[in-house]
């Protein structure tokens, strides 16, 4: 089974759990989208990094979502996820990187 890039699959799910609840005004939608890109990302994380990475990255991944609601007041919302999503991505491609 080919690897899957972890890093993306955690952005993708930041931005796009924010694009579907924003576009189909449903938030519990956009967090199903986030929800489900997560557990795929904690999977790559657990198999190319192991539990402790991965455990540490699902605690980040959260903590990105958690925190780009404040900082999208000084920011915007755009740009706070997009912001969340490039440093999501740069901790998971960091932690899974050396563990390869």
Not at 61 to 79: D, E, M, R, T
Not at 85 to 94: I, T, V
């Amino acid at each position: 089974m080919a690897k899957v890039p972890a890093a993306a699959v955690a952005a993708s799910g930041l931005v796009g759990g924010y694009a579907v609840a924003r576009w189909t005004r449903k938030r519990p939608l956009g967090g199903v989208a986030l929800a489900a890109a997560g557990t795929v990302a904690a999977y790559e994380w657990n198999r190319q990094a192991g539990p402790r990475a991965a455990a540490a990255l699902t605690t980040a991944y959260v903590a990105a979502f958690a925190g780009s609601h404040p900082l999208a007041k000084k920011i915007g919302a755009w740009p706070a996820v997009f912001a969340v999503a490039g440093g999501m991505a740069a901790a998971s491609w960091a932690v899974t990187r050396r563990a390869a």
